[in-house]
């Protein structure tokens, strides 16, 4: 059964109840399906749709267009926060940092879900996988990726290198990478790091779909209420080895690292877009990181 989903579309909801499978798709093709907070909480209900459905044992999250996502739309950087009026005044363009918290709070509420959630997830991965979108891959628990796939958190160019939960990239990652990511902001293609095996699978981007739909089945024909008891154990493992404090820690450093002060010469986004448009911030935030690499002998 297949159906479209709120947010004007840019979500798909797919049910296949004899396979067991449902499949989240991001529909926002011409913004490298990047999402804003309407598309968010919509796979979000999905999300609470299908852990509620006894007859579905695995979400296959995916992006349309064969890009995954760019994750959050910087479009308009402070949006998410909404109107701040919490003095009583008129709106604010900076919002305060309890505003900050509170909406920070519920934004990582969603990934807290996502990587505790009781269905098998599978990530089919291509295209571009940033920010958030980046995230959520290296939140599945099978992850197929195409080689050629962009990865990374650019946002910490303009935000600083504590964006998202330190605890999954340091676990997911491991400590050198996920420093050498947050530090400089590089985007990188998954097949750099094919060795590591961050992902559960690389392969070329025309086997991606193919790929990921082979795991879902495979993982479908798993005992229901084992895949659930296993997941809630796997939780339980995760969060006393590798997790403790990030469900606070992320939406903090993440609120703390949207009020930033930008010394001179340091790259402002915010402002750059304000005076240029979003295209050529993005274009002037490149050139202003860029460092002609040396030759390696």
Request: with cysteine; hydrophobic share 40%; net charge negative.
């Amino acid at each position: 059964m297949s159906q479209s989903s709120a947010a004007d579309g840019r979500v798909l909801f797919d049910l296949d109840p004899d396979r067991r499978i449902a499949t989240i798709t991001f529909n926002n093709p011409a913004q490298r399906n990047s999402y804003d907070a309407a598309m968010r909480d919509e796979v979000a209900r999905l999300l609470d749709v299908v852990a509620e459905d006894d007859d579905i044992t695995v979400v296959l999250l995916r992006g349309a267009g064969g890009v995954f996502s760019t994750g959050a739309d910087m479009n308009n950087a402070y949006g998410w926060y909404g109107e701040d009026k919490s003095d009583g005044g008129p709106a604010k363009s900076r919002p305060s940092q309890r505003r900050r918290l509170t909406v920070d709070r519920k934004t990582f509420d969603f990934y807290h879900t996502l990587l505790g959630f009781p269905k098998v997830t599978v990530g089919e991965i291509g295209g571009y996988a940033l920010g958030g979108g980046f995230e959520m891959a290296l939140m599945t628990d099978i992850s197929v990726i195409a080689r050629d796939t962009r990865i990374g958190m650019p946002a910490t160019r303009f935000l600083g290198p504590a964006l998202g939960s330190l605890h999954m990239f340091f676990h997911r990652l491991g400590p050198v990478l996920a420093r050498r990511l947050l530090l400089t902001g590089d985007i990188i293609e998954a097949g750099t790091v094919e060795r590591f095996g961050v992902f559960t699978e690389t392969c070329a981007a025309a086997a991606v779909t193919a790929r990921a739909r082979y795991w879902a089945e495979k993982a479908a024909k798993m005992p229901a209420d084992g895949v659930v008891i296993a997941k809630e154990a796997f939780r339980l493992v995760e969060q006393s080895q590798a997790y403790q404090g990030e469900e606070v820690a992320s939406y903090l450093f993440h609120a703390f690292g949207t009020n930033l002060q930008f010394a001179p010469g340091e790259f402002n986004f915010v402002k750059t877009r304000a005076a240029h448009g979003t295209k050529e911030a993005f274009r002037l935030r490149d050139e202003h990181f860029h460092v002609p690499e040396p030759g390696l002998e």
